[in-house]
C-alpha cells in the first residue's frame, strides 16, 4: 500500500497517544503506525526527494506537529509528547478523520496558520494565510518544488546541448570531467580530448591528477535518435585497440536497452552517461548553471536551552 500521508496519519497517532499511559517518543509512534498501515520494509526505508529523512518518519512527524498546534499534543522533553486534556476531550467525540480543516476548530491552530505583522511590509493589522498543503507535509513541498525547478533546469540544459556546435559540447564535457576531478587541469583536458579521432575515439583524458590512469572519451552530441549497441561496441573495439580498459560514452540523447546491457557485460569498463545523467552532473558540478537564490533551513538547536549544571 502506499505511504499515508500526513493528515491521515493525524488520528491513528492521537489514538495511540490517548491510550498510552505517558508520554511516547517519535520513534515509537513511528514504529506502531508503521505496524498499523502494514508498512514494509522498503516503505519504511522511502526517503524524501532531497534523501534527507525517511517519508513516513517526516510525515508521523508532521502530524504531531500540527495536532501540537491545535492543542491535541504536548511535548514533554525532546523527542517526546502526550496527549492533553483537550485531545483526550476531542477522541471523546469520535472523529473519523483529523486533517487540516478538523484542527481548524482550534483556535491555537488557527493562530499558527495566520502570520501577524511578521513580514517588514505588512501593517500591524494585515494577517496572511500560511496555507497547508492538503497532502504533502512542508518538507515534502519544499522538496518537490525544489525537484520541479530541478528538472525544469536539466531540460533547458538539454536544450541548450543540443543547439550547440560540436567543439563547444566537447568544451562541455571538458569543463565538466575537470569539476568531477578528473582530467587533470582544464589546459591539460583540452589538449586531450577532440584530438585523437581513433576509431570512435574522441578524447582521451587523465584518470587523475598525477595521469597513473588515462580515460577514453566518446562524446555525440544528438537531437533524439538513440545511442544504439553498434556504437558503443565500435567504442568497445577502440579501446580494446588502444589496450585500454575505462571509457566515458556521453550523449545529449538516451541509450537502448541493448546499448546498456553490452556495456555490463564486456571487460572494459564503459559508463555510459545520457543526456539526462549528463544535464543532472552539469547542475550538481555548477556547469553551465548559476545561482539565483539560496534558501537556508534551519531546526531548533535544544541544547542551547538547556540550563548550564
Given at each position: ?185 582544464r589546459a591539460d583536458a583540452g589538449k586531450a580530448i577532440g584530438r585523437s579521432g ?112
Amino acid at each position: 500500500m502506499p505511504i499515508p500521508d500526513y493528515q491521515t496519519i493525524m488520528l491513528p497517532l492521537l489514538k495511540f497517544c490517548g491510550s498510552a499511559p505517558g508520554e511516547i517518543s517519535t520513534r515509537t509512534a513511528v514504529d506502531e503506525l508503521a505496524t498499523q498501515f502494514k508498512l514494509s520494509d522498503a516503505e519504511l526505508r522511502e526517503l524524501l526527494p532531497s534523501g534527507t529523512q525517511p517519508t513516513f518518519s517526516n510525515r508521523v512527524g508532521w502530524a504531531a506537529t500540527y495536532m501540537k498546534k491545535a492543542g491535541l499534543l504536548t511535548p514533554t522533553r525532546r523527542g517526546f509528547y502526550r496527549v492533553t486534556d483537550q485531545g483526550r476531550k476531542f477522541l471523546t467525540t469520535n472523529p473519523s478523520r483529523i486533517d487540516a480543516k478538523v484542527l481548524r476548530q482550534f483556535p491555537e491552530f488557527v493562530d499558527f496558520t495566520k502570520l501577524k505583522g511578521t513580514r517588514k511590509s505588512q501593517s500591524k493589522d494585515q494577517t496572511v494565510d500560511n496555507d497547508i498543503e492538503p497532502d504533502a507535509t512542508p518538507s515534502e513541498a519544499l522538496d518537490n518544488a525544489y525537484q520541479s525547478l530541478r528538472s525544469q533546469l536539466a531540460s533547458d540544459i538539454l536544450d541548450n546541448l543540443k543547439k550547440v556546435d560540436p567543439s563547444h559540447f566537447e568544451r562541455v564535457v571538458v569543463e565538466l570531467i575537470v569539476k568531477m576531478g578528473y582530467g587533470g587541469s582544464r589546459a591539460d583536458a583540452g589538449k586531450a580530448i577532440g584530438r585523437s579521432g581513433d576509431e570512435g575515439i574522441d578524447g582521451i583524458i587523465k584518470e587523475d591528477k598525477l595521469g597513473l590512469d588515462t580515460i577514453y572519451i566518446q562524446a555525440k552530441r544528438r537531437d533524439s535518435a538513440t545511442v544504439g549497441r553498434p556504437d558503443v561496441q565500435q567504442f568497445a573495439g577502440a579501446l580494446q585497440g588502444q589496450g585500454a580498459h575505462k571509457g566515458i560514452f556521453i550523449t545529449t540523447s538516451r541509450f537502448t536497452q541493448e546499448a546498456k546491457d553490452y556495456a555490463q557485460r564486456i571487460g572494459s569498463k564503459i559508463v555510459l552517461i545520457d543526456g539526462e545523467q549528463l544535464a543532472e552532473l552539469m547542475i550538481d558540478h555548477d556547469v553551465g548553471v548559476t545561482t539565483v537564490s539560496t534558501y537556508v533551513l534551519k531546526r531548533i538547536d535544544s541544547d542551547f536551552f538547556l540550563e548550564d549544571i
